[in-house]
């Protein structure tokens, strides 16, 4: 009575909930029990969606990359057992035309026993060793030939690693270190014999151009001859001891110039950031073995662009990738036909190491931090609380829930 005062009759006419008079209306333990029911399912799920909605989701997208000009940062720590520091250089060539020999910027190279004990902690360019400080005691005029290799810009050739460049320059092979006025008085054949038996860890960052390239861990000094990139594999090949570029990647991942800035949850790591959003290093632990001197291990890799945006307004760009392994026995004893009739030949000679080649995806994956609306929030308890009511009351309207 109170409201039909307030609201008037003349919206009678248009109720859609009309009312049963209290002495028409049957209670039954039934319908107390699914009642009972109902509303435990209502708080249930009404707590279910309030935590998904203090849930913090990671969006993904895909968009075409359209950055420019950035450079690519690639980490790398790998372990040769079977081949010395002295005899391992890192090359980078690209599509673009750009070649680097001998990388050693941000590179530290560790001499490692035969039970794989570091030797010496890193130094740089620890294939020198004490060369400057025993070319320092020379006389203050001291100019030493370059015996028919490419000087350098001052025209003298002071230290045996000299000479070796000035011969690299040339395109020549340094095999003979004794007829070397300075490599005798440097010890370097002695040196070299200590060594001999060696492994070498090699770890730091390269950067290179977001192309289609490749770096690699070869033997040699490299050079360009008739605009092709040549490795002086003599010293690697040559005496008793047996070399082979089999190999341990403890890790290997690619980021972006940028990435290191970036501070983590609470102090977090940048790597153990990386791995709570699910970024994962596929060659990370990679092993890899060989009784094979003249032996290549190539791996293609296809680099995406990964970009994180968080709440807090914290930004990350970095890359993924994905691998595949090939490996190539380069002494020729596997020519010929396989046991299914097959011959495969290849289109160049290709020089012992391990490769990593790349190509960059035209895509970039993007991943957004994103928290539900109130009212998205909102608008699903009132259809958890309407839809569990609803069912129930189909429920309760069966004649087996009426008896």
């Not at 690693?161 to 004794?178: H, I, Q, T």
Request: proline share 3%; with cysteine; aromatic share 10%.
């Amino acid at each position: 009575m109170g409201r039909n005062s307030v609201f008037g009759s003349q919206f009678k006419g248009l109720d859609a909930f009309g009312k049963t008079m209290e002495d028409v209306k049957v209670k039954t333990g039934f319908g107390g029990l699914l009642t009972l029911l109902s509303f435990s399912l209502i708080l249930s799920l009404t707590v279910y969606e309030f935590i998904d909605y203090r849930k913090v989701h990671m969006e993904p997208s895909i968009v075409v990359d359209r950055s420019r000009g950035e450079k690519l940062v690639v980490n790398l720590n790998v372990s040769f057992p079977r081949v010395p520091c002295y005899l391992l250089s890192v090359d980078i060539m690209d599509i673009s035309g750009e070649h680097q020999n001998d990388v050693n910027h941000d590179m530290s190279k560790t001499r490692l026993s035969k039970d794989g004990v570091a030797v010496e902690a890193p130094k740089g360019k620890e294939l020198k060793g004490d060369l400057e400080r025993i070319a320092s005691q020379k006389g203050e005029g001291y100019c030493g030939t370059c015996y028919g290799g490419t000087p350098p810009e001052s025209g003298c050739c002071n230290t045996c690693e000299e000479v070796r460049e000035a011969y690299v320059r040339r395109g020549w092979s340094f095999v003979n270190p004794d007829s070397v006025e300075q490599c005798v008085s440097e010890g370097w054949t002695d040196k070299i014999k200590e060594q001999s038996e060696e492994g070498c860890n090699i770890a730091g960052k390269v950067r290179v151009n977001k192309v289609i390239g490749n770096f690699h861990l070869s033997p040699g000094r490299s050079f360009q001859a008739n605009a092709m990139h040549v490795h002086d594999l003599v010293p690697y090949l040559q005496g008793g001891n047996k070399h082979d570029f089999g190999h341990v990647i403890h890790h290997f991942s690619f980021g972006s110039e940028m990435e290191e800035e970036f501070v983590g949850v609470g102090g977090m790591g940048l790597e153990d950031t990386k791995r709570s959003l699910g970024i994962v290093n596929p060659l990370d632990g990679m092993k890899a073995h060989t009784e094979e001197s003249n032996y290549m291990f190539q791996y293609f890799l296809k680099v995406v662009s990964t970009h994180f945006t968080f709440l807090d307004g914290r930004e990350l760009n970095t890359h993924q990738y994905s691998v595949t392994q090939y490996e190539r026995d380069l002494s020729g004893s596997r020519t010929g036909k396989d046991a299914e009739g097959h011959q495969t030949t290849h289109g160049y000679a290709g020089v012992p190491g391990l490769f990593f080649n790349y190509e960059i995806s035209p895509l970039m994956v993007i991943h957004r931090e994103e928290r539900q609306s109130f009212a998205h929030f909102l608008t699903s308890t009132c259809a958890i609380v309407g839809g569990v009511l609803t069912v129930a009351g189909l429920v309760d309207s069966t004649p087996d829930g009426i008896d």
